[in-house]
């Protein structure tokens, strides 16, 4: 007859058990294992996506309260490029009407043609965007406070700001948050901030 207690089979168990009990130690009076991993902040989003809204088509389309959509949007962009945001995707807009985009930007990080995520934020008369604060630069892309990630120039147009600043990393640092970065829809990226 096989014996059922083999010192494979105790290890096994021991390992389990000093195991289940490291863990306990680690998140005793912490908050549940999901709420420490949890990310705090704005998401990060790269905007592969920005673009010119010329028309919108819109069937039931509505931002809830909870930052996903209700409805589809579709939009023709500058590019001749159409673009669909269905049901629950993740989004934000700034524009007055959503569904009279046509005088809005799109922002959106896509994964193929979906859109994995979108902001639509109001044109200027110049062919510019204002976008949030910069909190840094890295890898050719401006993170923004929003959490959007979106390229810029090699150098950014600080003169409308009245800052002794000599390199933007500087700027950063005296101005903090307080100004508005532009994207300009020529050269593709952020040009200038403002103050």
Not at 27 to 38: I, K, L, M, S, W
Not at 98 to 104: L, N, S, T
Not at 133 to 156: K, M, N, R
Not at 174 to 189: A, D, K, M, T
Request: proline share 5%; hydrophobic share 40%; charged share 20%.
């Amino acid at each position: 007859m096989r014996q059922v207690l083999s010192w494979r089979f105790v290890a096994a168990l021991g390992a389990l058990v000093a195991l289940t009990l490291l863990i306990s130690a680690l998140f005793v009076g912490r908050d549940t294992v999901a709420r420490v991993a949890e990310h705090r902040g704005p998401t990060s989003r790269r905007a592969d996506l920005i673009a010119i809204v010329l028309d919108t088509d819109s069937d039931g389309f509505a931002l809830r309260d909870d930052g996903t959509t209700r409805g589809r949007l579709t939009l023709r962009t500058h590019e001749n490029r159409t673009v669909t945001i269905f049901p629950g995707t993740p989004g934000t807009s700034t524009c007055d009407d959503v569904e009279q985009a046509a005088k809005c930007a799109i922002l959106a990080e896509t994964l193929g043609d979906t859109v994995v995520s979108f902001a639509l934020v109001p044109m200027s008369a110049n062919f510019q965007v204002e976008l949030p604060a910069i909190v840094e630069l890295s890898g050719g892309y401006a993170q923004l406070v929003s959490g959007w990630q979106v390229p810029y120039a090699p150098v950014i147009d600080r003169s409308r700001c009245d800052s002794p600043a000599e390199s933007f990393s500087e700027f950063l640092r005296l101005v903090g948050r307080h100004h508005r970065s532009l994207y300009s829809f020529g050269p593709g990226e952020i040009t200038a901030v403002t103050c």
